[in-house]
């Protein structure tokens, strides 16, 4: 790349990284690209796939192959698929896509895999005998029906983890991928990423890999986080391009690791650090509210802070700033789906849709409904899957329209029990198994009477059917960002203007205090000490990286003396203030 013009401090490091990439790519070296955040990785994958075509065509051609781009989700695939122009000689598909497209056909081999697997065991057990079968990969849950065996996103990984194991298969691999890139990297399930490096590194097979990512950003469970091996080379890009200096310097101090430059120094910004310590009253105790403002004045907490930040010029619209909720409870009731908070016991069953039912209504049924008030009947039938081939002739649509129309209006007026029974009624669409299981386990205890005695699912989902529906669309729009709200998952790879990030407890796997007192001692922690530290750094680390300009934090949950030294250490001590709870 040509650096004779001047360059801001950001892109010097930038293309320092970008032609070590070159680098790497032209000897076939297996390597790491860490970006940390806002640093632009991106557009520095996009640099690698098209330097790859440009230079590799004529054979990729010649050789009917083609560059693999892996993503973690189907947005980053189409941001990618957007850039290199939908070149033919790249395939972009998700992990879980490019696995099935390998294995697929392999249906023998995918039956003797499963069949290992001890929750598969139980379902074949039920079933009886499935050698023979055919293999599908569907949404929905995994099921055995019609002499197939659909297969969910976690057995595609299984299966492709295993199969990786033969030598064969990786020859297959291969010849027809001669490079794959690997965005998000540390997202990549453990298991998979623990069979590439033990087989591809180990016997090399000729295949050459490329890493993006950044293991800070590492927020997802079943992520494989940072990843080592002899044979990979580490390339750091340590720009930021998205925060100004003021951000961007407190990211350093928290991550001194990775020392990011900004694109402009002298573009300062704003931070603010709200504590509640001072506040007398009796906080919440037990379990994972343990420390944390009662509800009511948590919320208190945040309106009282919304106030001071607009005296500071902040603007709450929602174009202009995000506010991130690395709590729950504080606004559940004035998002609208309180009495849905209230039900579960432990809020990942709705807030990381662990409940079956939760799942179903947000990822797929509220779906289909949002793209049938906009009339846009393809992205429906991609949701409807097999139920789509049910609309074969005129009496067909008819049906489904009759039935739409009455959901459309019962989503809004009825419960989530009249939901449920409309869809049992009409069978369009039709309520996966799992959940047809569920309401009967639900039926039958209600006939019995023996609702004290039943599980706490079932007591959950009992609990859940007398709701009004329009909680669930309420959740759906908060899980999704379509608020001035985020949850903490939503956000990773976004950025806004200015950022609130609300700090408290209510998770059962997040203690930001605890982190916060472990920062400095992390070289004495170990297994699952280390992963709730990494878990928790992992994602302060992200909230607090993606604003542009202004940076602010609330914590609900009182702070220990050692904290907020740490806190002190990456923001300065002058930033910090109390909540005046006196304020009217």
Excluded at 111 to 136: H, L, P, S, T, Y
């Amino acid at each position: 790349m040509n650096t004779s013009i001047e360059l801001n401090p950001a892109e010097e490091v930038s293309v320092k990284a970008i032609n070590k990439l070159i680098e790497c790519l032209d000897s076939k070296k297996n390597f790491i690209f860490e970006a940390g955040a806002g640093a632009g990785k991106t557009y520095s994958l996009v640099i690698a796939l098209k330097h790859l075509i440009r230079e590799g065509r004529t054979s990729l051609q010649r050789n009917n192959q083609k560059i693999a781009c892996i993503s973690y989700t189907n947005i980053a695939k189409n941001e990618i698929d957007k850039k290199t122009d939908n070149d033919p000689l790249i395939y972009s598909d998700t992990i879980h896509g490019f696995c099935w497209s390998l294995i697929n056909g392999f249906h023998e081999k995918m039956i003797r895999i499963i069949k290992k697997d001890n929750k598969w065991k139980e379902r074949i057990a039920k079933f009886g005998n499935v050698d023979g079968f055919q293999v599908k990969y569907l949404t929905g849950h995994p099921k055995i029906y019609d002499n197939t065996t659909s297969l969910r996103h976690d057995d595609v990984i299984i299966v492709m983890s295993e199969m990786l194991s033969s030598k064969k298969f990786r020859k297959l691999v291969t010849a027809k991928f001669p490079v794959v890139l690997i965005d998000e990297y540390q997202d990549t399930e453990k298991i998979l990423m623990e069979s590439i490096l033990s087989n591809f590194f180990t016997e090399n097979d000729g295949l050459l890999f490329g890493f993006f990512g950044d293991s800070w950003q590492k927020i997802y469970g079943t992520g494989c986080g940072k990843v080592s091996h002899d044979s990979l080379i580490t390339i750091e890009k340590g720009a930021n391009f998205r925060s100004v200096s003021t951000i961007v310097d407190c990211l350093n101090r928290m991550r001194p690791g990775l020392t990011q430059q900004v694109k402009d120094p002298s573009n300062a910004g704003k931070i603010h650090v709200y504590q509640t310590n001072d506040w007398l009253g009796k906080r919440r105790g037990g379990g994972h509210w343990k420390g944390d403002l009662p509800q009511e004045e948590a919320h208190n907490a945040l309106e009282k802070t919304k106030e001071l930040l607009s005296g500071h010029g902040w603007d709450f619209s929602p174009d202009e700033t995000k506010i991130l909720m690395l709590t729950h409870g504080v606004l559940a009731a004035k998002q609208g789906y309180g009495n849905i908070k209230n039900i579960f016991i432990y809020p990942d069953s709705f807030t990381k849709k662990q409940d079956q039912h939760i799942e179903y209504f947000v990822d797929t049924l509220e779906p289909i409904c949002q793209f049938y008030i906009e009339k846009d009947y393809g992205n429906m039938f991609t949701c409807l899957g097999e139920d789509a081939l049910q609309i074969r002739q005129y009496s067909d649509k008819k049906k489904w329209a009759d039935s739409m129309n009455v959901l459309i209006d019962l989503r809004l007026t009825g419960t989530v029990h009249a939901v449920i029974k409309h869809l049992q009624d009409t069978q369009c669409p039709r309520l996966p198994h799992v959940i047809e299981q569920r309401e009967s386990c639900l039926n039958e205890v209600q006939l019995n009477g023996s609702m004290q005695e039943s599980s706490k699912s079932i007591k959950e989902l009992n609990e859940l059917h007398k709701v009004k529906y329009k909680e669930v669309i309420a959740l759906s729009k908060f899980l999704n960002g379509c608020t001035p709200f985020s949850t903490k998952h939503g956000v990773k790879g976004e950025q806004y203007e200015n950022v609130l990030v609300v700090v408290g407890r209510g998770w059962n796997k997040y203690n930001f205090n605890k982190m916060l007192e472990q920062y400095n001692d992390i070289d004495g922690l170990s297994g699952s000490d280390l992963e709730f530290f990494e878990r928790n750094r992992n994602l302060f680390y992200v909230a607090c990286s993606r604003p542009k300009r202004r940076l602010a934090i609330l914590f609900t949950q009182e702070i220990s003396g050692k904290a907020m030294k740490t806190l002190e250490s990456w923001f300065g001590k002058d930033n910090i203030q109390s909540v005046d709870f006196a304020l009217d």
